[in-house]
């Protein structure tokens, strides 16, 4: 549309990842949630490009049995896999809870793969953290999310 305001980045954090079958999968790791062995699937890198952590992430199987999936079941998987983007967690030393997450969308997902780049910053004096992530596609960034965690030392 003529008129409106122009993005200020024209970033596309998708374009610069490795794509996703150049990536670990994370669902034969120790402690993987159920949901990412059976119903999505989740690549990662295991150090930080130009300074930012990166995941993949698809559904596997659709949400409503023998329908197609939608743009906003694509839209919906990152926004909780941002959670501890970037950690490696040690279950054994601590717990983790994500008590909300938040996301922001200008556009539906295209394709298969989502791509999210961001970070996990704690407060470890109150046993807070939290998780922010840019959500794109080869079409560019549609969206944000951000999840907040507690923290229980075992």
Sequence with gaps: LTGLPVSTSAE???????????LTAVDL???V???LRTGAEMRRTTEPIEGVHAVWCRLR???VADEP????????????IANLIGV?????????????????????PVGEWVALTGHTH?????????????MS??????????????????
């Design 12 to 22: 596309r954090p998708a374009a610069w990842l490795p794509p996703p079958e150049g």
């Design 29 to 31: 790791r120790p402690g």
């Design 33 to 35: 949630a159920e949901f």
């Design 61 to 63: 199987v659709p949400v």
């Design 69 to 80: 999936v939608r743009a906003t079941s694509r839209a919906v998987l990152p926004l909780d």
């Design 88 to 108: 490696s967690f040690d279950p054994t030393k601590a717990t983790s809870i994500n008590p909300d997450v938040s996301g922001h969308l200008c556009r539906a």
């Design 122 to 134: 704690y407060a470890h004096a109150v046993g807070h953290g939290m998780s922010m992530a840019v």
């Design 137 to 154: 596609d080869t079409e560019g960034i549609f969206g944000v999310t951000s999840t907040s965690q507690v923290l229980d030392p075992r």
